[in-house]
C-alpha cells in the first residue's frame, strides 16, 4: 500500500509563492502518473495539474497554466507543485493523488492513493 503526504502549505499573500510536496512511502511510484487537485467548502474536488511517470508529460488546468509547474524527483519519490502568482481564489485544500501508468488515470480514474489534503490560504 502507497501512503502519500502533502507538505509545504501555508498562508501567503497574493502575488507570493509556496511549494507544496508530496512524498510516498510504502512502495515506488516510479510508475505511476501522480497529480494534484484542491477543494473548497461546498464544491467538488477540481483538477489542478498532473505528471506522467517519466516526468516529460505534463498537463494543467486552465486555471493554473503559466503559474504553476509541476514536477517529480524519483530518487525521493516525490512530486512537487511550484504555485507563483498566487491569488485568493487559489485558497483550497490541496490534495495529491497516485494515479495509474497514465495522465488520463490521474485526472478521470479512480485513485490508487490520496494524499489526506494540505491547506493554503492566499490573503489578498
Known amino acids: 500500500q502507497v501512503y502519500l503526504v502533502e507538505s509545504g502549505g501555508g498562508l501567503v499573500q497574493a502575488g507570493g509563492s509556496l511549494r507544496l510536496g508530496c512524498a510516498a512511502s510504502g512502495r515506488t511510484v516510479a510508475t505511476y502518473a501522480m497529480g494534484w487537485f484542491r477543494q473548497t467548502p461546498g464544491k467538488e474536488r477540481e483538477f489542478v495539474a498532473v505528471i506522467s511517470p517519466s516526468g516529460s508529460d505534463t498537463y494543467y488546468a486552465d486555471f493554473v497554466k503559466g503559474r504553476f509547474t509541476i514536477s517529480r524527483d524519483g530518487a525521493k519519490n516525490t512530486v512537487y507543485l511550484q504555485m507563483n502568482s498566487l491569488k485568493p481564489e487559489d485558497t483550497a485544500v490541496y490534495y495529491c493523488?497516485?494515479?495509474?501508468?497514465?495522465?488520463?488515470?490521474?485526472?478521470?480514474?479512480?485513485?490508487?492513493?490520496w494524499g489526506q489534503g494540505i491547506q493554503v490560504t492566499v490573503s489578498s
Open positions: 493523488k497516485l494515479g495509474a501508468g497514465s495522465l488520463y488515470s490521474v485526472r478521470f480514474g479512480d485513485a490508487s492513493a
